[in-house]
Structures are given as C-alpha cells and as structure tokens.
C-alpha cells in the first residue's frame, strides 16, 4: 500500500492550490484519509482529515478555508486550499488510516501509511 501526493506548488498569499493523494495496492477500503503538514521547525500537525463515513475534521487554523473530499472509488483524497496564507507554508504529508487490503484471497489490516509530503509555500 502507498500514497502518492501531487499538486503542491508556489503561490501568493489569497491564492489557491488543491492538493491531490492517490492510495494504491490491492486496497479494498481505507477508514480515514487525511492532510497533515509540517512546518520548519514546528511538529507535524493534522490539517484535516475525512472518515469513510461521517463528518470531515479541520484544525481551527484552516476552517472556511481548506476543504477536504474524497473519492473512495478511486481511493484518492483532496484538499482544496483557498485564501493561502504565509503562515500555511508547510510540507504536506498524505495519510490513510485503517487500511483494508487483499493479499491473496485473504483481507487484511494494515494499520498507517503515510506518503511523501509536498511543498506548498505561501508568499505574502
């Protein structure tokens, strides 16, 4: 199982960017999808996260700005950003949580993956 991110980039404070994470293998479903970043010097912190089912999370920093979505069919998560800030300038890291995968004729449990993060930095 492995995530891949795309879509990070350069862009001045107000603009736009829309993050992208495709989750690959013979994966047969994922409990929770999410964003985290980290910035320089800063621990990694949750941007937002969206379960299978139920209600999407964001950390108060993002919300009414960021929106994250998923398209469980083809095992990919976005997160749109909007109104950038400086202050979001960070790298992006994919995470998938409670992965359910085949092996075989067997389904099994794999608990975490993460993928390689991309750059986003806000300029002001």
């Known amino acids: 199982v492995q995530l891949q991110a795309s879509g990070g980039g350069s862009v001045q404070a107000g603009g736009s960017l829309r993050l992208s994470c495709t989750a690959s293998g013979s994966i047969f479903d994922i409990n929770v999808m999410g964003w985290y970043r980290q910035a320089p010097g800063k621990e990694r912190e949750l941007v937002a996260s969206a379960p299978s089912v139920g209600t999407t999370n964001y950390a108060d920093s993002v919300k009414g700005r960021f929106t994250i979505s998923r398209n469980n069919a083809k095992k990919m998560v976005y997160l749109q950003m909007n109104s950038l800030k400086p202050e979001d300038t960070a790298f992006y890291y994919c995470?998938?949580?409670?992965?359910?995968?085949?092996?075989?004729?067997?389904?099994?449990?794999?608990?975490?993956?993460w993928g390689q993060g991309t750059q986003v930095t806000v300029s002001s």
């Open positions: 995470n998938a949580l409670g992965i359910k995968y085949y092996s075989g004729s067997y389904l099994l449990d794999y608990p975490e993956v």
